[in-house]
Nanobody, 124 residues
Framework: QVQLVESGGGLVQAGGSLRLSCAAS????????TGWFRQAPWKEREFVAA????????KYADFVKGRFTISRNNAKNLQLLEMNSLNPGDTAVYYC?????????????????WGQGTQVTVSS
């Protein structure tokens, strides 16, 4: 099991940017594909982005393509999410997730390890 701690959330105006970080510990981070999910009030947790163990392959939800960028630094056990052109629809708790293995997957049930989440609020 890998432990995940998110940070970087906050309040930002529409059109602004934030960078989320996910710090991993407990196991060899480079053995895990990782991703970001989000959950808005009264909604299901949804996929945002995912990245392969080495960082060479990524996937994005359609609603964030061109605005968000996922990356990772295995030497520092970090996963990042750069978020630009934020809008109120991006308001949610953002979760970091990890799964042992090669495949870059988009389903919630594909991920075993989760962080506690960080709140992102975008004002209009």
């Amino acid at each position: 099991q890998v432990q995940l701690v998110e940070s970087g959330g906050g309040l930002v105006q529409a059109g602004g940017s934030l960078r989320l970080s996910c710090a991993a510990s407990g196991r060899t981070f480079s053995n895990y594909a990782t991703g970001w999910f989000r959950q808005a009030p009264w909604k299901e947790r949804e996929f945002v982005a995912a990245i392969s163990r080495g960082g060479g392959s990524t996937k994005y939800a359609d609603f964030v393509k061109g605005r968000f960028t996922i990356s990772r630094n295995n030497a520092k056990n970090l996963q990042l999410l750069e978020m630009n052109s934020l809008n109120p629809g991006d308001t949610a708790v953002y979760y970091c997730a990890a799964r042992a293995g090669v495949a870059v997957l988009t389903g919630r049930d594909d991920y075993k390890d989760w962080g506690q989440g960080t709140q992102v609020t975008v004002s209009s």
